[in-house]
């Protein structure tokens, strides 16, 4: 589980050491999930529906959102879901790198929606956490605001 990323090996590591070993362990254990991990430059499918999510790996909220996708996912393959880890954006730019057009990201996560190869939805914080909620009905009700 995503979540479990933050949860400490043992008592005495410090809140920053399992922060940044759940930076280091996030690639490995998306690609042990449905989903996939994205960066810009990787292909868009330009058939079908295409969800890209972007977490703070410091999260425990947007890591259980990842879980909630995953489960998700188990029921529904149809959906491709690519996810991002918001600390490789170093500059507002380059959150746009991942979902153009965003003004300025200020809350995690960070969505954007395409449909047919063409970004259909972005948004970040509370509006993304509603677009996931309205587009993926195993999602809806479960709070994930």
């Known amino acids: ?3 479990e ?3 400490p090996a043992k008592p ?3 809140p920053d050491e399992q922060q940044r070993k759940a930076n280091l362990l996030f690639p490995e254990l998306v690609s042990r999930s449905s989903m996939r991990l994205w960066k810009p430059g990787d292909p868009i499918d330009a058939a ?5 999510v972007g977490v ?8 259980e959102l990842l879980d909630r996708l995953e489960e998700y996912l188990r029921v529904s393959s149809a959906e491709r879901v690519d996810v991002f880890n918001i600390n490789d954006c170093k500059t507002q730019d380059d959150y746009c790198k991942y979902v153009p057009g965003l003004v300025k ?6 969505v954007g929606l395409w449909i047919n190869g063409a970004l259909s939805t972005s948004a970040t914080g509370q509006r993304a956490s509603d677009i996931l ?3 993926f009905v195993g999602l809806g009700g479960q709070g994930i605001g």
């Open 1 to 3: 589980m995503f979540v």
């Open 5 to 7: 990323l933050l949860l």
């Open 12 to 14: 005495s590591i410090l």
């Open 48 to 52: 079908g529906r295409r969800l890209l």
């Open 56 to 63: 703070a790996t410091y999260s425990p909220r947007d890591l």
């Open 105 to 110: 990201v200020l809350q995690t996560p960070v």
């Open 133 to 135: 909620a309205n587009e």
